[in-house]
């Protein structure tokens, strides 16, 4: 970490907090019981900053560690640690630049040039005041790399000419939205999602299921005789297994093709009645309960995923 140390010239020797702040310091102060109101040091020296102009003059720090009873070099310690907080004056738009391996991979270095170009070296400030900047590290936005920080938001997934676009209307005084700059959404993939396009992953319309997996198909011929009831699941009760059913499917499926099914759970499963894909693919959250205490192997079928694995077997079907 570099040596930080805090402008003793710049910052004049006052400093008070902006009335409307009072009620943001009570708010933080009313979190921790008065003996231990110093846990607050952080929330406060971040208004104090916010008080004075976007960074912590030592009167700024004096009057935190006056509010909170502490020494002022405990407060010292504090605002030189965090890089959160700037110890000298920086201008009305301070710009962090991550330049962390994702950020640097991604171009954060032209973006550094566009910064020395259009502001000038870490923490000059330009004549007007408004623009400074700074490298800083990883800000947690690797996703939308090349990104920078200006006062409290992100911009993301920079290009040279789109940051000295931003810089520029910030310096003629327009504001600009924060956000990326390119078609995603937050850090979803560009053009859109690709993974969890399957509603049924995230929607709860797996826990709504009503339809139980082993109950026979409607008789269509009433010629036929009816078809002797088979043993359900619905049938078995919490406890003692599920009981075997006495005829199988017409279909059966090779449920090997489900990963985490092996020959040994075939054989169990297809002893609890269970043939098909389709009949997995329907099981209710109380299905899975009693499938997995007969097969001993609790939380195997959420963890294998078995239900979604069916669902796409059954779907394959359909369409061979
Ligand atoms: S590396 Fe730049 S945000 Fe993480």
Known sequence: ???????????????????????????WLGKYPSEKKRSAVIPLLW?????????????AMRAVADRLEMPYIRVYEVATFYTMFRLRPVGRHHIQLCGTTPC?????????????????????ITDDARLSWEEVECLGACVNAPMVQINDYYYEDLTPERFASVLDQLRNGVDVAPGTFVDRQRSAPLGGATSLLDAGLFDGSRLAQAHLPNLPEPV??????????????????PGPPPERVETASERVD??????????????QLQALGIYQFAQIAAWSPADVSRIEAALS????????????????????????
Do not use: Y
């Open 104 to 124: 640097m991979l991604r171009g954060a270095h032209d973006l550094k040039e566009v910064c020395r170009d259009r502001i000038g070296e870490p923490f000059a």
């Open 220 to 237: 269509t011929d009433t010629a036929q005789p009816a078809a002797p009831a088979r043993t359900t699941l619905i049938d078995v009760q």
């Open 297 to 320: 192997g609790a939380g195997r079928v959420g963890r294998e995923d078995w239900i979604a694995q069916a669902r796409l077997l059954v779907q394959a079907n359909k369409e061979a």
């Open 47 to 59: 208004l104090a900053q916010k008080d004075n102009a976007g960074w912590l003059s030592e009167p």
């Open 254 to 267: 090779d449920l090997r093709k489900i990963k985490g099914i092996g020959p040994k759970a075939v054989t």
């Open 1 to 27: 970490m570099a040596l930080r140390r805090f402008d003793l010239e710049a910052g004049g020797t006052d400093f008070s907090f902006a009335p409307e702040t009072e009620d943001k310091i009570a708010f």
